[in-house]
């Protein structure tokens, strides 16, 4: 379990990153750049949002390298769908 303090923080920084995604997003929207942008502060604030929600920080080392694998691979087929389809601007 979680003390409230840390737990507090962490609500906080996820909550100040959405604040970021949303003036981000506001300051030029449909960019790639902007949207890449946006995806790696969502793909950050789901690793935190599992490792202090789940309490996944605590198991053995194994277990952390078995959560990692599905999130380089989800990053992984992002990237070749980027790739795959080529934006005209």
């Known amino acids: 379990m979680m003390k409230t303090s840390l737990a507090v923080f962490v609500w906080g920084c996820l909550v100040v990153a959405s604040a970021v995604e949303a003036a981000i997003f506001e300051l030029n929207p449909g960019n790639l750049n902007v949207d890449i942008v946006i995806g790696l502060i969502a793909s950050i604030m789901a690793v935190v949002t599992v490792l202090f929600s789940m309490d996944i920080r605590h198991e053995p080392t194994a277990v952390k390298y ?23 601007q």
């Open 66 to 88: 078995l959560f990692l694998m599905p999130v380089l691979l989800v990053g992984v087929l992002i990237v070749t769908l980027l790739l795959a389809f080529p934006i005209v």
